[in-house]
């Protein structure tokens, strides 16, 4: 498994943006696909985005599509999620997943390893 460490926690305004990171450890971050995922209180953890581990292939969420993007710095060890257009309903602590293989998913299940979790939080 590998160790993720996400950062970029903030409180933005609606229509605003932020870029979280997630930084990996050990030498083997281009063998796996990576993805973001998000949890508001009370719900169940919703998938957000994946990125494969070319960095060639990109997937969203329909609730974020068109705003979110998703790249990858395999130099770097670094996946990064740039969040424009912020709307209240973003509100969420988003986590950082890695899943070993070629094929992306939507499902947390599907996911070996993930980061703790940072907090972003948008006013209307």
């Known amino acids: 498994q590998v160790q993720l460490v996400e950062s970029g926690r903030g409180l933005v305004q609606a229509g605003g943006s932020l870029r979280l990171s997630c930084a990996a450890s050990g030498r083997t971050f281009s063998t796996y696909v990576m993805a973001w995922f998000r949890q508001a209180p009370g719900k169940e953890r919703e998938f957000v985005a994946s990125?494969?581990?070319?960095?060639?292939?990109?997937r969203y969420g329909d609730s974020v599509s068109g705003r979110f993007v998703i790249s990858r710095d395999n130099e770097k060890n670094t996946v990064y999620l740039q969040m424009n257009s912020l709307l209240p309903e973003d509100t969420a602590v988003y986590y950082c997943a890695a899943r070993s293989g070629l094929v992306a998913a939507t499902r947390p299940d599907d996911y070996d390893s993930w980061g703790q979790g940072t907090q972003v939080t948008v006013s209307s």
């Open positions: 990125i494969s581990r070319s960095g060639g292939i990109v």
